[in-house]
C-alpha cells in the first residue's frame, strides 16, 4: 500500500508545475511578445531511485503571434525567427516584447527599463519623424540613426527565461547569429502566442486530475487509519 501511495504521491507533485506552468500563460494572455510554455514529462536516465520514470519539465513555444497595429513609430514587431537584443544589468538579453518607450536622454528603451540594442551600441533617437523599416535601419529627418540588433538562435530550445518575454543565453548554449533577413513591421506589437480557450480546457483538464489524485491519497490515508484501529484492538 505504501508503495502504490507513494506512487500517486509522486504522480500528483507533477501536476503542480503543471498547473502553476498554465497559470502563468493565461496570466501572460495581454503581454506583448510572450511566448507560451508547455509543460511535459521528461524521461529519466534512470528510475532506479524514483517514484515514477518521468520528471517534469517546461518548454518554450517560440511561434510567431499575431500582430497588433497600434500606429506607434516606438511599437515594432518581428515576423519570423529573430529577437530584438536589449541591455539589462546582468548583460544582454533578448525579447520579442517590441513595445518600447524613451527614456529622458531619448535612449530607446523597454518598458522594463533595458536598453534596446542597435548594432553599435545603444540607439539614442534624434530629429523627429521616427521610422523604422522591416530591415530595422532606424531613420529621422536628420538620417539614419542605426540599425537594431536582432539575433536568431540554432537552438532557441536553450534559451533561459530571465522574465515574462525575455531570454538569456548562457554559455551560447543557444547558437548565436545575427538575423540577416529580419522583418520588422514599425508601428505594429506581437501579441502573446497563447491560445486562451486552449489554456483554460488544459486548466480544467488539470484540476480534475489533482482532484482525483487527492481522492485517491485521503482512500489510502482512511485505509491506513482503520487498519491501524483494527491492529490496536488485536494487540
Same mark, same amino acid.
Given at each position: ?22 497559470? %502563468? ?9 510572450? +511566448? ?13 531511485? =524514483? ?7 517546461? +518548454?518554450?513555444?517560440?511561434?510567431? *503571434?499575431?500582430? =497588433? ?7 515594432? !514587431? ?17 525579447? /520579442? ?18 536598453? @534596446?540594442?542597435?548594432?553599435?551600441? /545603444?540607439? $539614442? ?6 521610422? $523604422? ?12 540613426? *542605426?540599425?537594431? +540588433? ?7 530550445? &536553450? ?11 548562457? %554559455? %551560447? !548554449? ?12 514599425? *508601428?505594429?506589437?506581437?501579441?502573446? &502566442?497563447? %491560445? ?11 484540476? /480534475?486530475? @489533482? ?18 484501529? /483494527? ?5
Amino acid at each position: 500500500m505504501i508503495d502504490g501511495l507513494t506512487t500517486i504521491v509522486e504522480a500528483f507533485k507533477a501536476k503542480v508545475p503543471h498547473l502553476d506552468n498554465i497559470t %502563468n500563460n493565461i496570466a501572460n494572455i495581454s503581454t506583448p511578445g510572450f +511566448k507560451a510554455e508547455k509543460h511535459f514529462l521528461s524521461v529519466l536516465q534512470s528510475a532506479q531511485q =524514483q517514484a515514477l520514470p518521468y520528471t517534469p519539465a517546461t +518548454k518554450i513555444d517560440f511561434s510567431d *503571434g499575431s500582430l =497588433q497595429h497600434t500606429g506607434n513609430p516606438l511599437d515594432m !514587431a518581428l515576423q519570423g525567427d529573430g529577437f530584438f537584443t536589449v541591455q539589462t544589468s546582468e548583460g544582454e538579453a533578448y525579447t /520579442r516584447k517590441g513595445n518600447f518607450t524613451i527614456n529622458s536622454a531619448k535612449e530607446l528603451m523597454t518598458p522594463e527599463g533595458n536598453y @534596446v540594442m542597435s548594432e553599435g551600441g /545603444r540607439i $539614442v533617437l534624434s530629429g523627429t519623424k521616427i521610422e $523604422v523599416d522591416p530591415h530595422g535601419e532606424i531613420k529621422s529627418h536628420e538620417g539614419s540613426i *542605426g540599425k537594431l +540588433k536582432i539575433v536568431k538562435f540554432n537552438k532557441p530550445e &536553450n534559451l533561459v527565461k530571465a522574465s515574462a518575454g525575455v531570454f538569456r543565453n548562457p %554559455n %551560447n !548554449a543557444a547558437g548565436l547569429q545575427s538575423q540577416d533577413e529580419a522583418n520588422v513591421q514599425a *508601428g505594429n506589437i506581437e501579441n502573446s &502566442n497563447v %491560445n486562451a480557450v486552449k489554456e483554460m480546457l488544459e486548466m480544467i483538464d488539470v484540476q /480534475r486530475t @489533482v482532484e482525483s489524485y487527492q481522492k485517491v491519497i485521503q482512500t489510502f490515508s482512511d485505509l491506513d487509519n482503520l487498519s491501524v484501529n /483494527r491492529l490496536g484492538r488485536i494487540s
